[in-house]
């Protein structure tokens, strides 16, 4: 959680639903338009995923694209 995000083009997330929140905020403040967040399991609830990918089962990986949509 220390280090800055900015510089990042891509963010992968392996962490329990619980810290998605924390994860989407600090995305929100520091991802560039462009760059993803991409989470294998769990989705982010407050975000509007642009994709997710089903190759393994039980195993999605849900991505989100700066800017971010939220659900409302």
């Known amino acids: ?3 800055d995000w900015r510089s990042y083009d891509m963010v992968y997330m392996f ?4 810290s998605m929140p924390r994860a989407v905020e600090k ?3 520091e991802l ?3 760059a993803w967040l991409a989470s294998l399991e ?4 407050e ?3 642009t994709a997710v990918l089903r190759t393994v089962e ?3 990986v849900w991505l989100y ?3 971010f949509q939220r659900i409302r």
């Open 58 to 60: 039980g195993k999605p």
């Open 47 to 49: 975000l509007k995923a």
């Open 65 to 67: 694209r700066a800017p």
């Open 32 to 34: 560039r338009p462009g």
């Open 42 to 45: 769990f989705p982010a609830e």
């Open 15 to 18: 962490q329990r639903p619980e």
């Open 1 to 3: 959680w220390i280090a």
């Open 27 to 29: 995305a929100e403040a």
